[in-house]
């Protein structure tokens, strides 16, 4: 059974770079089964996709954030990572990485329990 | 983006109820509608792809229908596990959300 769980700061300065990690557990980030994905809630809000990465490295960015993401993945660690630059308060939300199928019909399958990331100084 | 649009907002059922929620995308996209149900300080769960295609282990009361730019999710028969905030989601081009629709005991 895979899992996937975020870690990283849960306090960001105004200005700086967000930075967080999902780990996958039971399952090798390389199957080619999944994009690893990144999704955020903002407080009492809805869903936004950030973004998605596959196993090669092959990127897939939201248009609204495009230019301060980066999306990485370590095979070895089966890892992969969110870099967010200059956040602001806008960017204070609960993080999820979630693994999207390759299907056609495709879906976020399996989710991370989330972690809050305020930005503030 | 393709904006989606869920009504309503909330809405207030009992245990038994049928309930539906509609999510209206601004253009055609075709089938390529999920749903989600998330309970309070939880992760999302997949529940519904391809508008009305169950995923394994989500209770057949719950079914989705619809395509093109108009899409529902029913729960027939209401139970106490299912009060919680479901969420449509196009995946046609850059993914979104609706707003959700949260799902509160009368």
């Known amino acids: 059974q895979v899992q996937l769980q975020e870690s990283g700061p849960g306090l960001v300065k105004p200005s700086q770079t967000l930075s967080l990690t999902c780990t996958v557990s039971?399952?090798?980030?390389?199957?080619?089964?999944?994009?690893w994905s990144w999704i955020r809630q903002h407080p009492g809000k809805g869903l936004e996709w950030i973004g998605y990465?596959?196993?090669?490295?092959?990127?897939y960015y939201n248009p609204s954030l495009k230019s301060r993401v980066t999306i990485s993945v370590d095979t070895s660690k089966n890892q992969f990572s969110l870099k967010l630059t200059s956040v602001t308060a806008a960017d204070t939300a609960v993080y999820y990485c979630?693994?999207?199928?390759?299907?056609?019909?495709?879906?976020?399958?399996?989710w991370g329990r989330g972690t809050l990331v305020t930005v503030s100084s | 983006d393709i904006q989606m649009t869920q009504s309503p907002s909330s809405l207030s059922a009992s245990v038994g109820d049928r309930v539906t929620i509609t999510c209206r995308a601004s253009?055609?996209?075709?089938?390529?509608l999920n749903w989600y149900q998330q309970k309070p300080g939880k992760a999302p769960k997949f529940l519904i792809y391809?508008?009305?295609s169950l995923q394994s282990a989500v209770p057949s009361r719950f079914s989705g229908s619809g395509s093109g730019a108009d899409f529902t999710l029913t729960i027939s028969g209401l139970q106490p596990e299912d009060f919680a905030t479901y969420y449509c989601?196009?995946?046609?081009?850059?993914?979104?959300f609706g707003g959700g629709t949260k799902v509160e005991i009368k």
């Open positions: 039971g399952g090798s980030i390389s199957s080619g089964n999944y994009y």
């Open positions: 391809a508008a009305s």
């Open positions: 989601q196009q995946t046609y081009s850059t993914p979104t």
């Open positions: 979630a693994s999207r199928t390759v299907a056609h019909y495709w879906y976020f399958d399996l």
């Open positions: 253009q055609n996209i075709s089938s390529y």
């Open positions: 990465i596959y196993y090669s490295g092959s990127t």
